[in-house]
């Protein structure tokens, strides 16, 4: 079983920044795709933001400009650097792990919380 473990939610202003990290135990290159996901209460986990081994990112419309999604290989470990947060972008946020690009995220971590405030 691969074990996911999110870190760096906090309590910031709007327009401040937070870089959140995910570690993987298992080597991180085994995933076509790592990513980050977030829910805030009475919404369905929605995907932020994916990259895939080779440093190809995708990102959803609401957070283009303002996150970076990145990796380093060689500790296993996804970010996601954050600038400009709004209060809209209060949520958990959740690293997920696919091994293949035509199966879903399977491999999850607890989350880490992000809380903006106006």
């Known amino acids: 079983q691969v074990h996911v473990e999110e870190s760096g939610g906090g309590l910031v202003q709007a327009g401040g920044s937070l870089r959140l990290s995910c570690v993987a135990s298992e080597n991180s290159r085994n995933f076509n795709a790592m990513g980050w996901h977030r829910q805030a209460p009475g919404n369905q986990r929605e995907l932020v933001a994916s990259?895939?081994?080779?440093?190809?990112?995708r990102y959803a419309d609401f957070v283009k400009g303002r996150f970076t999604i990145s990796r380093d290989n060689f500790k296993n470990t996804v970010y996601l650097q954050m600038d400009n947060l709004e209060p809209e972008d209060t949520a958990v946020y959740y690293c997920?792990?696919?091994?293949?690009?035509?199966?879903?995220?399977?491999?999850w971590g607890q989350g880490t919380r992000v809380t903006v405030s106006s």
């Open positions: 990259i895939h081994p080779n440093g190809a990112a």
């Open positions: 997920g792990l696919r091994r293949d690009p035509f199966d879903p995220f399977r491999f």
